[in-house]
């Protein structure tokens, strides 16, 4: 560990629409490492899914990188052309998208779908593409692979479509895996045995994953390091530790609070929602984002935008409460580790 195999550096990314920029991601930096699964949370609208999108160059119009540098494996992909983009996109990285519903083409079999992949990155034969096919669907736990491979995806469940799209993700080995959101279609037994097979394929053939979700309970289980994001901006980072015992950010404690426990104390306790809305990043706030919605927030808040301080090594939060001067608020102080420095 400890290899960056992806490092993004100020990403900017806007889109120009015909009332304005949205400035959907506002300045992010953050790393994978190799073999590392990396959780991206927030909720809708916090810049999540932009992110992915920029670093597998796949946005739409009006959508564009305005800044920054994403660097996979030591090359930055912002100055790809696209057909380099093209030959890196589905065999060095690949993508989970959504809703498997609309992902797979409902003309072609699943089976060709996968293949198309392979012989287009890998440049097997047909047959040697649909032995490889098979193999994939079996290793993501598919029955009777040799039959399902030349079924169309209306003769799948839910759940197996979303395996047949991991399967068509992992066809090529990829150094990265960048699953958004995988599982929010499905329920919930469904939704462990595809978060449990994304660990096994994980530690099987090594891949990073970048897990994308709005779900903690989802991230708490497959990943080591979890950034929040709002307002297109990263609020918090840490280890999972970090994020689940040790929140530095209110806008992390909230997401917390909002999440259901299975403890008998839990039972009594009612889940609190974060009041009010995301902001509007057509004029995004100067100051915190979170800032109208959070009950700390202070007047500096408003106007100024918080720089990150690091509560160790790899935990930084972006929030005018750990500066020295700023009044102690015992559930993002109380246990601050001796060590917090602004930088």
Known sequence: MGDKLLDVKNLKTSFFTHVGEVKAIRGVSFHVDKGEALGIVGESGSGKSVTSMSIMRLLQHPGKIINGEIIFNGDDLVKKSDKEMQSIRGNDISMI??????????????GNQIMEAIIKHQKLSKADAKKKAIEMLRLVGIPSPEKRVNQYPHEFSGGMRQRAMIAMALSCEPQLLIADEPTTALDVTIQAQILELMKDLKNKL?????????????????????????????MEEGSTDDIFYNPKHPYTLGLLKSVPKLTDKANKERLIPIPGSPPDLLKPPKGCPFAARCKYAMKICMEEMPEYTYVDEKHRSMCWLLHPDAPR???????????????
Request: a negative charge; charged letters at 15%; glycine letters at 10%.
């Open 97 to 110: 998208f959504q809703d498997p519903m609309t992902s797979l083409n409902p003309v072609y079999t699943v």
């Open 206 to 234: 090594n891949t990073s994953i970048m897990l994308i979700t709005h779900d903690l309970g989802v991230v708490a289980d497959v990943c080591s390091r979890i950034i929040v994001m709002y307002g297109g901006l990263i």
């Open 329 to 343: 608020v015992e559930e993002i102080n109380g246990n601050l580790k001796g060590g917090a420095s602004n930088e």
